[in-house]
């Protein structure tokens, strides 16, 4: 199955940043994020998806579910763990902060995000700037 790519808007350091329009969640295929090493910069911290924001939005009147998929190893010696299931509460805005990326980093460097069936709605990720603390 292809996943519907999702796109990565990047916050910048001391900046106001614009919020791109979200994505409809697409249940069918599942959706793919993409971390570059140039969105976070090597220097003084390496590129790491734990430094991204997912903002969903459950349309539905119930509540759904969203799967962060596990990852292989290399490179996610914690992939073994699993799946990370969360629950979306009915008709809501959520904020989830992708975890460790050692538990969820695809072989290609890619997340794999999942969800519960029926759900609909929308997803944005954001990229947040490196720190020097």
């Known amino acids: 199955m292809a996943r519907t790519a999702l796109t990565l808007q990047q916050a910048l ?3 106001a940043t614009t919020q791109s329009a979200p994505q409809a969640i697409d249940v069918a295929n599942g959706m793919s994020l ?3 090493a140039s ?3 090597a220097f003084p911290r ?3 998806g734990g430094r991204t924001l997912l903002i969903v939005t ?3 009147a119930s509540i759904k579910t969203i799967i962060l998929r596990a990852g292989v190893n290399p490179p996610s010696f914690r992939g073994p763990l699993g799946d990370i299931t969360l629950n979306l ?8 902060p992708l975890p460790d990326p050692s538990r969820i980093t695809q072989a290609d460097g890619s997340f794999n995000i999942d969800f519960g069936a029926a759900t609909a709605g929308t997803i944005s990720a954001v990229g947040l700037p490196a720190s020097f603390g």
Do not use: E, F, L, M
């Open 13 to 15: 350091p001391g900046a």
């Open 34 to 36: 993409s971390v570059a």
């Open 39 to 41: 969105v976070y910069g």
């Open 46 to 48: 390496p590129a790491a």
């Open 58 to 60: 459950n349309t539905v």
């Open 89 to 96: 509460p009915a008709s809501s805005t959520v904020y989830i």
